[in-house]
T-cell receptor, first 112, second 114 residues
Framework: NAGVTQTPKFQVLKTGQSMTLQCAQDMNHEYMSWYRQDPGMGLRLIHYSVGAGITDQGEVPNGYNVSRSTTEDFPLRLLSAAPSQTSVYFCASSYKGGTEAFFGQGTRLTVV | AQSVSQHNHHVILSEAASLELGCNYSYGGTVNLFWYVQYPGQHLQLLLK??????LVKGIKGFEAEFIKSKFSFNLRKPSVQWSDTAEYFC????????????FGSGTRLSIRP
């Protein structure tokens, strides 16, 4: 029962580097989303997708790109990492809008 | 803009004390409401949810929450906390009009003294 799988768990980047955070779910959920979690700020929505081929911006999309070529995968790309992107990133999926979200284990990213 | 407010940032209780964590949201339409829990070093897990019907909902581990529509509130309660309840608790809302987005509160850190 894998659920939502995120890789890597930890990552250190230098300013200006790019990388992709991977997210995969095996529950055939249509909805997937990316959040960042910062102390005292809760979870803020970066990007979300309501199905393969459909993505939209959330609350804090700048500096991040996403694509959704399959139902299962929803990678998050950091184009040019900045120290302000140091955070814990969570991927989540849900069966449909308004239903319970299932979260991955998170990726702790540090940009130096 | 829609928002979710959790006014208690850090709550410290002794074991067996009663717990109530506040949650208010700003949206006049139909909402679905959730409480998630994040144990240290882990991902978020669902505690309970409200979609419709009885406004008093029961979740896992003895938690319950009451939806009061007139107050735009969805407070979380537990009659007697345990040390294992130490965690961060997040209230969340999805809007009927934009159900693809989950809006989270800033979280309440709960510390239980053994």
């Amino acid at each position: 029962n894998a659920g939502v799988t995120q890789t890597p768990k930890f990552q250190v980047l230098k300013t200006g580097q790019s990388m992709t955070l991977q997210c995969a779910q095996d529950m055939n959920h249509e909805y997937m989303s990316w959040y960042r979690q910062d102390p005292g700020m809760g979870l803020r929505l970066i990007h979300y997708s309501v199905g393969a081929g459909i993505t939209d911006q959330g609350e804090v999309p700048n500096g991040y790109n996403v694509s959704r070529s399959t139902t299962e995968d929803f990678p998050l790309r950091l184009l040019s990492a900045a120290p302000s992107q140091t955070s814990v990133y969570f991927c989540a999926s849900s069966y449909k809008g308004g239903t319970e979200a299932f979260f991955g284990q998170g990726t702790r990213l540090t940009v130096v | 803009a829609q928002s979710v407010s959790q006014h208690n940032h850090h709550v410290i209780l002794s074991e067996a004390a009663s717990l109530e964590l506040g949650c208010n949201y700003s949206y006049g339409g139909t909402v679905n409401l959730f409480w998630y829990v994040q144990y240290p070093g882990q991902h978020l897990q669902l505690l309970l949810k409200y979609f419709s019907g009885d406004p008093l909902v029961k979740g896992i581990k003895g938690f319950e929450a009451e939806f009061i529509k007139s107050k735009f509130s969805f407070n979380l309660r537990k009659p007697s906390v345990q040390w294992s309840d130490t965690a961060e608790y997040f209230c969340a809302v999805t809007l009927y009009s934009s159900a693809s987005k989950i809006i989270f509160g800033s979280g309440t850190r709960l510390s239980i003294r053994p």
